[in-house]
C-alpha cells in the first residue's frame, strides 16, 4: 500500500501498518527516509529520519506536548492509515 505525499510516496512495509517507507516519486526503489506511526492519535514512539522531525524533535518539544513532533510524513502515514476513522 501506498500513496502520495507532495513529491514522496508512502509505504508500508509491515502488516500492522505503522513502519513505512517515504520513496521519491520518480524512482520508487529509492528509500528517502523510514518511520513508524505508533496509533490514532500522535505518540511519544513516532518518528521519521527525514530532517524536519530529527531537527524539530526536541525534549523540550516531547516535554511540552507529551509527544514527537509530527512531520509531514507522519502526518500523512496516519492519514493514509487510518482513514474513515474519527
Same mark, same amino acid.
Given at each position: ?21 517515504? =520513496? ?7 528509500? $528517502?527516509?523510514?518511520? /513508524?506511526?505508533?496509533? %490514532? ?21 516531547? =516535554? ?7 512531520? $509531514?510524513?507522519?502526518? /500523512?502515514?496516519?492519514? %493514509? ?6
Amino acid at each position: 500500500m501506498s500513496k502520495q505525499v507532495m513529491s514522496s510516496l508512502i509505504q508500508f512495509i509491515d502488516g500492522a501498518l505503522q513502519e513505512f517507507n517515504v =520513496l521519491t516519486p520518480t524512482n520508487r526503489d529509492i528509500i $528517502k527516509y523510514t518511520g /513508524r506511526i505508533q496509533g %490514532i492519535n500522535a505518540h511519544l514512539k513516532d518518528y521519521c529520519t527525514c530532517m524536519s522531525f530529527t531537527m524539530r524533535n526536541t525534549l523540550a518539544f516531547e =516535554l511540552l506536548h507529551n509527544f514527537s513532533f509530527q512531520c $509531514k510524513h507522519i502526518k /500523512r502515514a496516519r492519514e %493514509i492509515r487510518f482513514e474513515g476513522y474519527s
